[in-house]
């Protein structure tokens, strides 16, 4: 049923609650996953424009999505990454579409009102966009 998983990672606590879900469902429907962190500072939403050089932040987040991956890989999946640059919605869509993924997994944060307008929007049009299933797990403290 899904045999390519997008897994949105915030590069964040929020990815510990998601990963455990993602590894099980993984192992039972013999999934692939494509590990994914946009990269969305001034930098990386600059990157190809402005011909600048990686920063600190870009390498950090390649760092963690290649620990995360390797850790997976340990565990029996067969994991690759992305690390695309702009806006996180936009990019986990046309990552999704490109890769041919048939499910896109996140953490939500469970905000109210003001929350949502603020952080919500990576999410919201996430699910009003996406052509394959989203599913959202909510991120614990």
Known sequence: MYHKILVALENGRADRSLLPHIQQLATLM???LLLVHVADGWVARNFNTLKLAESDEIRA???YLETTAAGLR???L???VSLPMGDPATEILRTAAAEHCDLIAMTTHGH???????FGSTIAMVRHKATVPVLLVRATA
């Open 30 to 32: 013999r999934s692939e």
């Open 61 to 63: 987040d390649r760092d």
């Open 74 to 76: 340990e565990a029996g």
């Open 78 to 80: 067969t994991v690759s």
């Open 112 to 118: 109210r009102f003001i929350g949502d307008l603020l």
